[in-house]
């Protein structure tokens, strides 16, 4: 089994893969803007649940980035100031995967990947600053 700092630096990594990509995807001439906010979604998951976990908490099993941000907010309270902006996020767990759903607008995809590149900053700065380095 792999120790808590594994499962860290396993939670950053995969949150960096998904802001990468969505960061990418917005770059591009014709932006998928569902593939974009998906994973602006999902770094954030994984960077909320990656705080979580270096506090010897299992995250639970959610997309709901306002739980997860409340929880992990009670052991790093700088993340507080995020959490209405998180509510922001959370559809596009699921709503940007299924074509019931409208897809986001431009204007939505670069406020999603904004706020999950300012969250994981916080969040990959404090966590270095507790030694959990990438």
Not at 68 to 74: F, I, K, V
Request: negative net charge.
């Amino acid at each position: 089994m792999r120790d808590r700092g594994d499962l860290v630096r396993g939670w950053l990594k995969k949150a960096r893969h998904d802001r990468v990509t969505a960061e990418r995807e917005m770059e591009t001439e014709n932006p998928l803007t569902d593939i974009a906010c998906f994973h602006a979604q999902q770094a954030v998951e994984k960077g909320l649940k990656a705080v979580l976990t270096a506090e010897g908490i299992t995250p639970p099993r959610t997309h709901v980035l306002e739980d997860l941000g409340l929880l992990a907010a009670r052991r790093m309270p700088e993340l507080e100031r995020f959490v209405e902006e998180l509510a922001q996020l959370t559809p596009y767990a699921v709503a940007t995967r299924y074509p019931e759903f409208a897809e986001p607008d431009l204007h939505e995809a670069e406020v999603a990947v904004g706020i999950a590149g300012r969250v994981l900053a916080l969040i990959d700065s404090a966590l270095q600053d507790k030694g959990f380095q990438r």
